[in-house]
């Protein structure tokens, strides 16, 4: 019983960990892994969402924000869109990229890619 408890929270460790590494991914592999199924993009979509709901977590309006701006399909189409004009660039560029236009929309200007 307890190799199974101490096995449990090492996986439990190495997948929070990778989930908070995720945004030292780079964007080309991110846009790599479409032809094979959407699961880069998709944790990149995650990590992006907890990156930028981390943001302001106190104003009610970020979070607002953050929430109905876009929905999960935009964030998702916004983030493939930066990554493959800067496949150089990293998961966390994206997010920040993000940030960006969700804050130019908070201040009523809109930012185009």
């Given at each position: 019983m307890f190799f199974s408890l101490e096995a449990s929270q090492q996986a439990?460790?190495?997948?929070s960990a990778r989930?908070?590494?995720?945004?030292?991914v780079s964007?080309?592999?991110?846009?790599?892994?479409l032809p094979s199924g959407n699961s880069a993009?998709?944790?990149?979509?995650?990590?992006?969402?907890?990156y930028l709901n981390a943001q302001n977590q106190d104003a009610p309006e970020w979070?607002?924000?953050?929430?109905?701006t876009l929905n999960r399909g935009q964030r998702e189409?916004?983030?493939?869109?930066?990554?493959?004009?800067?496949?150089q660039?990293?998961?966390?560029?994206?997010?920040?990229?993000?940030?960006?236009?969700?804050?130019s929309e908070l201040i009523g200007r809109a930012k185009r890619l």
């Open positions: 439990i460790a190495e997948h989930a908070i590494s995720f945004g030292g964007c080309a592999d991110v846009t790599r892994s993009l998709d944790h990149a979509t995650t990590w992006a969402e907890g979070v607002d924000l953050v929430e109905n189409s916004y983030i493939y869109a930066y990554c493959k004009k800067h496949p660039a990293l998961v966390l560029d994206s997010a920040q990229e993000l940030q960006r236009f969700l804050e």
